[in-house]
């Protein structure tokens, strides 16, 4: 699949060990050299402005997106050339879902999990079909993985809906599975449940 742009999804944190860091500014590095416009949050904290930040410095082109009520002097990269303002987080995330080729996730908390379920459950819906990848480097989303699993286990989720998800463990493996993918999704069951 050719992909000309990422979405970004990770926290606003830096975590508790520099290897996060070194993790998000290596993912946005290979985004740049694979010239890759990469999309995320538009904030200058955490793993997101090691990423975007990286992606720049390397001439890669990074375009924020942010609700305006994040305030400019904390949370909101300033320094952007692309940078669009919108009322709140949920059309946030459906800019980026619109804007992106595909779907990314580096560590982070509630707000990623948001992110990442939102562009998941479009998917499981058909309402895009683009790759979402999970970068699991350090076995950091080992448990939302064996949790999905558990999901499909236990009956709640359809198998070729549970390989929508990527599973990458390098960023190497990353851009070779998304080079490859091709949606699983059942579209025989899509038809099932929309007009």
């Known amino acids: 699949m050719k992909l000309e742009s990422i979405a970004l999804f990770c926290g606003s944190?830096?975590?508790?060990?520099?290897?996060?860091?070194?993790?998000?500014?290596?993912f946005g590095k290979a985004c740049a050299e694979k010239n890759l416009s990469l999309y995320y949050g538009g904030a200058a904290l955490g793993l997101m402005k090691a990423a975007a930040h990286s992606c720049r410095n390397e001439g890669g082109r990074i375009i924020g997106i942010?609700?305006?009520?994040?305030?400019?002097?904390?949370?909101?990269?300033n320094s952007l050339q692309e940078?669009?303002?919108?009322?709140?987080?949920?059309e946030r995330k459906q800019l980026l879902e619109r804007s992106a080729d595909a779907f990314v996730i580096l560590p982070g908390s509630y707000g990623t999990m948001d992110e990442f379920f939102e562009v998941l459950t479009d998917a499981q819906l058909g309402l895009h079909h683009k790759p979402i990848a999970i970068?699991?480097?350090f076995g950091?989303?080992?448990?939302?993985i064996a949790l999905i699993k558990h999901?499909?286990?236990e009956g709640f989720l359809r198998d070729f809906h549970h390989k929508l998800v990527i599973i990458a463990d390098s960023v190497e493996q990353l851009f070779q599975k998304l080079d490859q993918y091709e949606n699983p999704n059942n579209f025989h069951w899509l038809d099932k449940i929309k007009k």
């Open 66 to 77: 942010t609700p305006s009520f994040f305030s400019d002097g904390t949370v909101v990269d």
């Open 151 to 153: 999901f499909e286990t």
């Open 83 to 90: 940078l669009y303002l919108v009322d709140t987080m949920s």
């Open 140 to 144: 950091y989303y080992d448990h939302l």
């Open 135 to 137: 970068l699991n480097v």
């Open 13 to 26: 944190s830096e975590g508790n060990d520099p290897k996060y860091v070194s993790l998000a500014e290596a």
